[in-house]
């Protein structure tokens, strides 16, 4: 089973990721995971990416389809492509190593929740700096307002969950997809519309049962 799976932050991707490829022992191909270890492994790759980075710029997509196509090679039993493609360049560089290996994609998961939904599950969010611990000020909130539970001291708002880079990601998110769904619409690749708002194991059901559709 290969797929690609789409979802903005805070749509709980890493938990449905996580059950997909337990259910179908398949591996999580992670663009900023891989991207990550090229550059700490000091590969040929993740050198060049390096450059990139160091002088603020972003990677190309020539480079990020390599690592990806890399990677790939490597999980003959089937991935979730989860950060790439996200560009109509990617997509294409995908669709060209797929081709020469006589692969396809099976389906998009695509995980929906609307942004009203997932503002205030974001900004919302107070991260100890000391321990890591995760709270929220609805719906896990700690013992003491604005302190954590183990005795740390103060939590603060991550600059990931402050709202106005939490909006800035996720108009970056829905372009991205736009291409991406557009893309593959296009080409008849099946698109699985997941409503994520639901509970999380609703929405683990709903994925499971139309993967299984797909045998
Ligand atoms: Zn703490």
Redesign the pocket.
Known sequence: MRLILLGPPGAGKGTQCKRIIDAYKIVHLSSGDILRGERAAGSELGRKAQSYMDSGGLVPDGIIIDMMVAAMKKASQGYVLDGFPRTVVQAEGLDAALAKAGEKIDAIVNLQVDDALILPRMTGRRS?P????VYHIETLKPKVEGQ???G?GALVQRADDKPEVVSTRLKTYHEQTAVVVGYYTKRGVKMINIDASQEISKVNRAVLKELESLK
Request: hydrophobic residues 10%; charged residues 35%.
């Open positions: 100890c000391k321990c890591g611990a954590c539970d183990k740390c």
